[in-house]
Each structure stands twice: as C-alpha cells, then as structure tokens.
C-alpha cells in the first residue's frame, strides 16, 4: 500500500502542476496582466500628454549622456550574444538585465501612467503658488513642475546605472539590454535621455523556444511560466510588434538575430550608431554557455502540438517576418 500511496501522491502532484502551469500560460495574458502591463497604452497617453501640455525645451547637443539599451523579443533570441559584442571595443559597459525580475524600469514608467489632460490640474504645480501663500491658502496637494520629476527619474538611473559603470570600470558609455521591455518603456527611456540609442533584436519563434524548452523558470515579472508555449509566443509576439510598429519612434536599430550570426550585419554600422569605434567580430566565433544547468536536460526540438499552439498565437506575424 505504500509503494501505491507514494505512486498516487506523485501522480496528483505531477497533475496539478501540469494543470497550474497550463491554466497560468492561458491566463496571465488575457485576465491578469500585472499592473505594468495593464497600464502600458495609459504610459503612451501619459507620455504623449506631458510633452503637450509641460513641453520642454532640451538642447541635445549639451546632453551628454547617450546611454544605449539593447532590447529583445524574448529570451534566446540572441541578446547577451550582441551585448558581449557591443562591449568588445572595452569603451562600453552593458548592463545585462539589472534586477529583472524587480521590474525596476517598469514599475518607475507605470509611476507616470496617472498623468493625463486634467491630471494633475494646473493649480497644484508649485509655480502657482507663492509661499507667503502658503499659510493662507489650500496648499494639500502642491506639486514640484514635471520638469523636476523627470530629472529625478533621470537622477536615479543616473547614480545606479551610469556612475557605477565610471566608478567601477572607468568607463564613460554604458547601457544595459532587456528581454522583457515594450516599446513603450523605450519610449519611456527616451523621455529620459533623449540622445539615448536603442538597438531592438528578435528571432525566429520556433528557433527561440526551441532553445528555451524545457525550463521551469516562473518569471516573477511579467508573472507567468516561460515554460508554457502559449506564455513563450505571447510574450514574443506582445514585444516584437510593439518593436516592429515603433522602433523608428526612437530611432532605434532593427537586428534580425539569423542576419547577425549569418555575418550579414554591418557591425561597423551598428558601431557608429551605439558611439563606439568598432566591434570585435570574433566574439561571434565564441559559444559562451550560461551556467544554469537546466540547458543541459533541455531537449532541443519542439513537440507538433507545441509548434501549432506557437503557429496559432503568432501566426500572422511569423508570416510577416518570413519565419516557418
């Protein structure tokens, strides 16, 4: 009886993780989206409102910071392989995926995504106001100008990202690249530095979760297993079309990840664009594995029901981009 109790025990386990993982894959794009993600058209609003109701007038060429962000569709679509790239030349620090699952990016642009045509009203901004006024007026919600708060978003990364690039490898050009950013938070960082430079690189989907399979990682931001093909090819297809639609908004740079391995990118092009004088083409030569273990179980083909529920989710899009 035992032996049976343990069969039974385990089986009911295996069950109900299948059922967790299956019902969380279907779930976590359509009905509970974490509130960055929820709030990532009211960003664009947010951001399109500030520049025309508090427009600015920024001198580009007295802006010294030009930081470049590597964004990618995905996991395995060949970011860390052009990060190692962009630092070849030593004149680069690229960050890779500074506290990820923190969601730091995303949860300081969602901190703007309340700003609307009538939100905050004029009357709470601080040049309003006198202080003699102070004491004698409603004064519960005065509010620094909105060119403040974007210095001090721009001040935190800033002092977590830039300064310690210099500080801790003497180096003035820094970055960081991401699998998980839409292009509204691009958008969002070019609010912040408007020299910034974005290079957006993608992959075929089949070729990308071919790779990936067989990780049990749960993501703790967006908030879902990556496992699950139907969470893997949401979560592509939500960011790559984003990237495709808006990548020229921040005159951004499209890296098409089979043209990069394939030699057919201009690297020399891609170079001048970040602000670096050239890249190393050898490292494109070198296979650096992660050290998770989980790549060594990890199979590399995908089952036929996998490829169908990917070919549903993302169909029109891998049309598009010529994938198969």
């Known amino acids: ?14 069950k109900k993780r299948i059922w967790q993982v299956f019902s969380e894959a279907v779930t976590h794009r359509v009905y509970s989206f974490p509130p960055e993600l929820k ?3 009211k960003l664009d609003n947010a951001l399109s409102c500030i520049e025309t109701r508090w427009p600015e007038e920024v001198d580009l060429e007295k802006d010294p910071e030009k930081p470049v962000f ?5 996991w395995r ?3 860390t392989l052009l990060q190692r790239l962009l630092c070849s030349s030593n004149e680069l620090v690229m960050w890779g995926e500074p506290l990820g699952d923190s969601a730091v990016i995303p949860r300081m642009a969602s901190s703007l995504s309340s700003l609307s045509s009538s939100y905050p009203p004029d009357e709470f901004f601080s040049h309003n106001q006198e202080l003699k006024s102070f004491s004698s007026s409603w004064i519960a919600n005065v509010t620094p100008e909105v060119k403040a708060l974007r210095l001090a978003h721009r001040a935190f990364f800033d002092s977590w990202l830039a300064q310690s690039a210099r500080e801790t490898y003497g ?21 912040i530095y408007p020299n910034a430079r ?3 690189i993608y992959r075929n989907l089949f070729d990308a979760y071919s790779s990936w399979r067989g990780n049990m990682w749960a993501d703790k931001w967006p908030g879902y297993y990556t496992w699950s093909p139907i969470a893997y090819a949401r979560h592509w297809k939500l960011l790559l079309s984003g990237y495709l639609d808006g990548y020229k908004d921040v005159d951004g740079y499209l890296v ?11 690297l020399q092009g891609l170079a001048d664009y970040v602000g670096i004088s050239e890249i190393d083409r050898t490292v494109l030569d070198k296979r650096i594995a992660s050290p998770d273990k989980v790549k060594k179980r990890r199979k590399k083909w995908i089952t036929p029901i996998e490829r169908l529920l990917l070919n549903f ?11 198969k």
């Open 1 to 14: 009886m035992g032996i049976l109790s343990d069969k039974y025990n385990l089986y009911s386990k295996v």
């Open 39 to 41: 709030n990532i058209t």
């Open 70 to 74: 590597l964004l990618s569709a995905g």
């Open 77 to 79: 679509s060949g970011s």
């Open 171 to 191: 180096v003035k050009n820094w970055g960081l690249k991401e699998v998980r950013l839409t292009i509204e938070h691009a958008r969002y960082l070019k609010w």
């Open 198 to 200: 974005f290079v957006f």
């Open 256 to 266: 098409k990840y089979e043209e990069l391995v394939a030699g057919e990118i201009d």
């Open 313 to 323: 989710i993302a169909s029109s899009l891998l049309k598009k981009l010529g994938y």
